[in-house]
């Protein structure tokens, strides 16, 4: 069994910085990429950013430098690193973990697994 454990949501003002964290726990056997999505209220989920297992980023344009994925490999963690923030990042943020997992047989799988999502909300 998996579980993803998010934290790091809340308030702050138009330009303040916020760091999301995502712990994934549980029979893992590898970790493919792990990604950052958000939505806010009356939207679809969007892709915030994903990191592979090599290490390589990419983000939706409107984030592109301002926020900062990056991981933890020996921790099964990602981080979300935000900075500028405006009112229209206001979402909640859900991590997003596309993994491999064991089974009893000896067999390895494709799963994907969602953290319970943190709230943002940018205001003065």
């Known amino acids: 069994q998996v579980q993803l454990v998010e934290s790091g949501g809340g308030l702050v003002q138009p330009g303040g910085s916020l760091r999301l964290s995502c712990a994934a726990s549980?029979?893992?056997?590898?970790?493919?990429?792990m990604d950052w999505y958000r939505q806010a209220p009356g939207k679809q989920r969007e892709l915030v950013a994903r990191i592979t297992s090599g290490g390589d980023t990419n983000y939706a344009d409107s984030m592109k430098g301002r926020f900062s994925i990056s991981r933890d490999k020996a921790k099964n963690t990602v981080y979300l690193q935000m900075n500028s923030l405006k009112p229209e990042d206001t979402a909640v943020y859900y991590c997003?973990?596309?993994?491999?997992?064991?089974?009893?047989?000896?067999?390895?799988?494709?799963?994907?697994?969602w953290g319970q999502g943190t709230q943002v909300t940018v205001s003065s």
């Open positions: 549980g029979s893992i056997f590898s970790i493919y990429s």
């Open positions: 997003n973990v596309h993994m491999g997992i064991l089974d009893a047989w000896g067999h390895v799988t494709a799963h994907d697994y």
